[in-house]
């Protein structure tokens, strides 16, 4: 259990602050393009704080890839905090090349009837329509993904119009920071999805907390450089050099496929996991489900993550990729940056 | 004075840094395991997936030691899926569903009872029977609280539905108070724990 310097209000009435400027600037005719972020109304849906707010509760739990109804209801039971609805796992876009886009809108309304946690769907980088329908659809959650193949190849969907909250991919402190500023409300660490090896998300876990130290680190005259580079602003760099991590949920993907990956990545600081083809890739999904779940909110403690491994078989792990073997156009954590 | 807080999953960090700050001195442990739950003076269970929390209690072994000590008189703070996990009637507003639950105190609540993460909202609430007049909290997939009887009461209601519910040294709310600017909902829970 970690304890940081600033309580999520506090962290939001800089956010709020933000919103503040930009109505301000709407007043006089500018960013007519936004719409109000900051309400006064007695009952306010979709505000930042409320998107914000929803990643919290997915923390230290499992975000499982599924691609029916049935494997909706094994994570489920597994213990899973939500399900992301795909066409196809992550491993099967690799295999299957050829233009990867949203799931089918009535297999992600039936998932969304059978079972009661949250579901989230992804859409292709930049494809605001996409995500439109997602939002018309009443998904719990949106990520725009380099899963799928970007549909803009310059820029991100403008998240801040949106009442429902997104997930980011990210490499790096920079990657995220942008997110954030163009309205994620969480991050996961890309990985390289489909390979069923962890390597890359611990890489980008790594990478991200040694730009957050050096941020903390920093000359204020330094800061601003940084600021400039990132393209950020410098306010942003600012919470997130006094908080001592990024100020919205982060967690970690790509390549997740053993109760023992999943506590190496909560012990690199990740709030929680998203696993994709690593459980329904694997020959015993539903032991494999929970026992990544256990690992995932009881990491501390490696006797429960050894009882978590045991569950589990490793013949029976999906059989990877090194990450080396792959040609660079086929790295789908490049598509975006 | 030590709090626990059950840790697997959801808001429980920021329930440490919000009972930090109510209390001033004393202890806060995260609760995973049987072994964790000696000598509490309270227990905080925080917002999450109540299927998800259920699960890992009940696997880990330590869903009876909780509702034994609560039994017994431990104090506890229920938020959101914390509120569920203490109810004697849960129900979800769509699917049935069979969950691991404590059924420790007499209210009912309905999961997902506004709707999905799009009708999540937030909103000012009257919290003058804590003794704060108004505070802005949110609602998260909220559950709400559709009936109260035998020893619990009502304490505080957003448009006729209750949100946080009290039976002796038991709390329950549906929305969010580790998330807001105010600790009265922390404090009144910690003056509990002192009696």
């Known amino acids: 259990m970690r304890l940081y310097e600033l309580t999520f209000a506090e962290v939001e009435d800089y956010f709020y602050k933000l919103a503040e400027v930009r109505d301000s600037l709407k007043d006089q005719g500018l960013l007519t393009e936004l719409p109000e972020l900051r309400s006064n109304l007695k009952i306010a849906e979709g505000t930042t704080m409320v998107k914000h707010a929803f990643p919290i509760f997915q923390k230290g739990g499992v975000v499982m890839d599924v691609t029916n109804v049935k494997q909706a209801e094994i994570a489920e039971d597994g213990g899973a905090v939500s399900v992301m609805v795909l066409d196809k796992l992550p491993y099967d876009v690799r295999k299957v090349g050829g233009v990867a886009r949203m799931a089918d809108p009535k297999i992600i309304e039936e998932v969304m009837s059978s079972i009661t946690i949250p579901v989230m769907a992804k859409v292709r980088i930049g494809h605001f329509y996409e995500a439109k329908v997602l939002e018309a659809l009443d998904v719990d959650m949106i990520d725009e993904s380099e899963v799928l193949t970007p549909a803009d190849e310059v820029h991100h969907i403008n998240k801040w119009l949106f009442k429902v909250p997104f997930v980011n991919g990210a490499r790096s402190l920079a990657e995220a920071l942008r997110r954030i500023s163009e309205g994620a409300s969480m991050i996961r660490t890309k990985g390289e999805p489909g390979t069923g090896n962890v390597s890359e998300a611990v890489r980008h876990m790594k990478l991200i907390n040694s730009e957050l130290r050096s941020l903390a680190s920093m000359s204020e005259e330094d800061r601003n450089m940084k600021a400039r580079e990132y393209q950020v602003s410098y306010q942003l760099l600012e919470l997130v050099a006094k908080l001592g991590r990024l100020p919205i949920v982060n967690f970690a993907a790509g390549g997740i496929a053993t109760p023992a990956d999943a506590a190496l990545m909560m012990w690199l600081g990740s709030d929680g996991l998203f696993v994709g083809s690593g459980i329904f890739k694997s020959e015993d999904p539903e032991v494999r489900a929970r026992a990544i779940v256990m690992a995932a909110s009881a990491w501390e403690y490696p006797e429960v993550v050894l009882e978590a491994q045991k569950m589990i078989s490793e013949q029976k792990t999906m059989m990877g990729i090194d990450i080396k073997s792959l040609p660079p156009e086929q790295l789908l954590q490049v598509r975006d940056t | ?195």
């Open chain 2, 1 to 195: 004075m030590k709090i626990g807080i059950l840790a697997y999953q959801g808001s429980f960090e920021e329930h440490a840094l919000q009972t930090k700050r109510a209390m001033g001195t004393g202890d806060i442990v995260p609760v995973k395991t049987p072994k964790d739950m000696g000598q509490l003076d309270g227990i905080i269970i925080p917002g999450g997936e109540s299927t998800t929390i259920g699960m890992l209690a009940s696997k880990l072994g330590i869903i009876d030691e909780i509702r034994e000590q609560i039994l017994s008189g431990l104090p506890v703070l229920g938020t959101c899926a914390g509120a569920i996990f203490l109810a004697k009637e849960a129900s979800d507003s769509k699917v049935k569903k069979q969950q691991e639950l404590l059924k420790v105190m007499d209210i009912a609540a309905v999961r997902n009872y506004y709707g999905r993460q799009r009708e999540s909202f937030e909103a000012e609430v009257d919290l003058s029977e804590i003794g704060e007049e108004k505070a802005r909290v949110v609602f998260i997939r909220s559950p709400a609280i559709t009936k109260v009887w035998g020893n619990s009461k009502s304490l505080s209601k957003l448009n006729g539905v209750t949100i946080m519910a009290q039976e002796g040294g038991m709390i329950a709310t549906t929305f969010h108070p580790e998330l807001s600017n105010t600790l009265a909902v922390h404090k009144y829970f910690l003056s509990l724990v002192k009696k």
